[in-house]
C-alpha cells in the first residue's frame, strides 16, 4: 500500500473518530444525569443502618458471653441469612434501586447477589441452572477478593 | 424497462433504499397482548388482554412469552373472519436467542414460518417483508407479529430480576407483550403503500443501557432516506413513529433531523414513550420488540380505522448487539425500516 493510499485511510479514521466523538458529546447533553446527592444520601442512610444493625447483632452476641471473634462470625451469618430472605420476599430490590451502594456493599448484598441468580435459574435445573449460576455476579468478586487477599498476604509475609 | 422472465416487469423499487408497492397490501386485522403493568399505562383501552402477571400461570417468561405471541396470531386471525389455516405464511420474531418464544409459539399453528431477527425492528421488518409477499403475488393472506418479556429479556440481556441494582436513568424498560397483524391482498383496512430496507448504521456507542441514543443515527438515516426517495417532505405523513427510541433516542432524532435541514418536532412521537406513565418509573421509556408491536397494533391501527390518522410512517428501531458483542467491548450495530401506512 503506498503512504499516499495510507494517509487517506487514517483521515478517514479520524474523521469518522471525531463524528463519533460529536455525536457522543450530543447523547451526553441529553442523557438525564444521576440525582447525586439523593443517591449518596439513600447510600449513606440505608448502608448505615445495616452496619448499625450489625454492630447490634455482634454486641448482642458478645453479651451473651461469646468471644469477640465468634460474635463477629455469627454476625455475618445471620446478615446473609436476611440478605438471601429479603430477596425471596423480593423486598431487596427494590430497596437496592434507591439505596444502590448502600445495600450492595454490606454482606446482605453479598447474599443478594447469590439468591437473586439462584432463584433466577432454578427452571434450568439443579444442576446447570442453580448449581451453575449462583456464582455469576459473585464469582468475580470471589476471584479478585482472593487475588487481592493472596497479594496482601504475601506483602505481610515479606515486611515481617 | 427491463424484461422479466415472466412477462413485463413493474420496478417497484425507488431511489436507493426503499420501494413502493403497486397494489398496496391491507392490514385487515391487528391484535395485541400485554403484561399487567403495560395495562396500568398510557394505552389501556388499546389492548386486547392485558395478563394479570408475568407467568400468566405459566411455568417460565418464556413460556409466557410464547404464550402471547400464539394469543395474538390466533386472535388477529380470528378478527380478520379468518381461519388459521387461511394464512399462507407466517413471519415473526423476538429478541430470545435462537427466537426461543416464536418458536415455540408457531410450533402448535402448524403453519409455512419464516422466523425474523431484526431485535425491536422486527415488527416493522415482518410487515415489510410481509407486503412484499402479497405484493409480489406469493401469498394471498399472511400473519406477521412480534413479542418481547420483560423478565426474560432482563435476564439474558442484563441482570436476574431481584438483583438490587440501580437502572440509569437514560435506560429503558423491555415491553411485556406481543403485536400480530394480518395482512391480505383484499378487504378493508388501512394499506402498506411504500416502505424502506435500512442500512446497519453504528455511531460508535457502547453502552448497552443508552439504546435510544445508540439506535437514533439509524433512525435518522432511514427517515431521510424514505422522504429522499419517495421525494416526500415530513409534512406528507400525519404522524411518524420510530419503535422504541425512548425520550433520549427522541430528542436525539429530532436534532439530527434538525441538522439536515428538515423539521419533524411537530409530527413525531415514538412509541417506547407512549406506552408507560410518568410515575411507573420506567425511566427513559419502553424498548423491546413489542413496543413498537403493541402500539401499533392497538393506538395506531386504530387511529387509523378511524381516520384520526390518515397517513403515517412506521420506524422500526433495532439495537443489534448480543451479550457477547458487548462483553468483548464492540459497539452497538443499528438499524431501522420503515412502512408508510396510509388509509
Sequence with gaps: ?160 | MDKAIGGEKVNKKRGKQSLVFASPPIITSTANIVGPMEGEGLLQEYFDYIMPDNLNNLESWEQCESYMMERAIKTAVNKDNSTMEMIDCILAGDLLNQLMSTHFAVRKLNRPFLGLYGACSTMVESLLLGAMFLDGGFANKVAVAASSHHDAAERQYRFPSELGVQRPLGSQWTVTGSGAAVLSILGNGPRITAATIGKIVDYGIKDPNAMGSAMAPAASDTLLRHLQDTERAPEYYDMIFTGDLGSVGKQLVIQLMQEKGMDISSNYQDCGCMIYREEQDTHAGASGCASSAVVFSGYIYRALMTNKLKKILLLGTGSLHSTTSYQQKESIPCIAHAVAVEV
Design chain 1, 1 to 160: 500500500m503506498s503512504n499516499e493510499m495510507i494517509s487517506k485511510q487514517s483521515k478517514e479514521q479520524l474523521k469518522q473518530q471525531m463524528k463519533q466523538q460529536e455525536y457522543q458529546d450530543k447523547v451526553d447533553i441529553l442523557t438525564p444525569k444521576p440525582p447525586l446527592l439523593k443517591n449518596i444520601c439513600w447510600a449513606f442512610v440505608v448502608g448505615g443502618l445495616i452496619c448499625t444493625f450489625g454492630q447490634y447483632i455482634t454486641d448482642y452476641f458478645a453479651m451473651l458471653g461469646l468471644s469477640k471473634k465468634e460474635a463477629s462470625s455469627y454476625t455475618t451469618v445471620v446478615l446473609v441469612f436476611l440478605g438471601a430472605l429479603f430477596t425471596g420476599l423480593g423486598v431487596y430490590d427494590e430497596l437496592g434501586k434507591r439505596a444502590g451502594a448502600g445495600s450492595v456493599i454490606p454482606i446482605t448484598g453479598f447474599a443478594n447477589s447469590i439468591v437473586a441468580p439462584a432463584m433466577e435459574f432454578k427452571r434450568e435445573g439443579y444442576v446447570f441452572g442453580v448449581g451453575a449460576k449462583m456464582f455469576v455476579i459473585a464469582g468475580p468478586v470471589l476471584v479478585y477478593g482472593m487475588i487481592t487477599a493472596f497479594i496482601v498476604g504475601v506483602i505481610y509475609w515479606i515486611r515481617q
